[in-house]
């Protein structure tokens, strides 16, 4: 069995909540480990959402954010699609653990997305997607 | 989500009530900086209601930490769940915290 959903919602933080307790709610129905459910899949998301309302489409409050949830008993695969031109992933990707980084306030977002999840995927869809797959690890 | 704000003794107690992320970070920020504007020098943020921290709420934790030290203040960090201490270990900011398992163990050590 899986579960496919597809959310749309405005470029607004403030639904960043929302889109999260729904993908929780679809891991929790297919009892994926707590520390998942509470850790790896709320913050990846989180970060994707709030990258894609703030940098991908720069805060403009007409566009919109599309969220793809695709889960299964052994793998969640979410897509999270906005109106920007995307950035370089790489690029922009910093070691907030280094010396000279931890003191930071900003530069931790990419790099929690590569560590709480298995895979982080981006490409171009008439929009800017990043997908990212999270094996069930009980 | 929402923070309650309470005196312990001359301890500023922050509860941490929801998530902690990119939409209310700045209103935790603001209080915390008034309460410092107000010449309260010893912070304690407890999270023992906190449900998840985004890169936004770590960002503020150290942002305030920087601030509160250069006033010639303190402030530390209770109750982080198993899944908050992975996140800061992560990050590797709990080496940058003096973060105690409780409250009352925090209020202790001060």
């Known amino acids: ?138 | 989500m929402s923070f309650a704000i309470k005196k312990q003794g001359e301890i500023v107690v922050v509860d941490v009530e929801g998530q902690l992320i990119v939409g209310n970070r700045q209103e935790l920020k603001q209080r915390v900086l008034d309460e410092l504007e107000k010449g309260e020098r010893k912070f304690l943020i407890d999270f023992s209601q906190t449900g998840y921290i985004d890169s936004s709420g770590l960002g503020v934790l150290v942002s305030l930490s920087k601030k509160i030290r250069e006033q010639g203040g303190e402030l530390r960090l209770a109750n982080l769940n198993d899944d908050l201490k992975t996140l800061f270990e992560l990050t590797k900011l709990d080496t940058l915290f003096q973060i105690s398992d409780t409250k009352e163990r925090a209020l202790e050590t001060f």
């Open chain 1, 1 to 138: 069995m899986h579960i496919a959903l597809e959310l749309e919602i405005p470029s607004d933080i403030r639904y960043i909540e929302r889109v999260v307790e729904v993908v929780k709610q679809q891991c929790a129905q297919f009892a994926y480990p707590q520390r998942q459910c509470c850790l790896n899949i709320p913050v990846a998301l989180s970060e994707a959402l709030s990258n894609a309302i703030l940098r991908g489409n720069g805060e403009r409050l007409d566009a919109h954010v599309q969220v793809k949830i695709d889960v299964t008993q052994d793998r969640l695969i979410l897509e999270v699609l906005d109106e920007g031109g995307g950035f370089d992933f790489e690029e922009c990707l910093t070691d907030p653990t280094e010396p000279g980084n931890i003191e930071r306030e900003d530069g931790r977002g990419l790099f929690l997305m590569t560590r709480l999840m298995d895979r982080i995927e981006r490409f171009s869809n008439q929009g800017n997607v990043v997908r990212m797959t999270l094996k069930r690890h009980d």
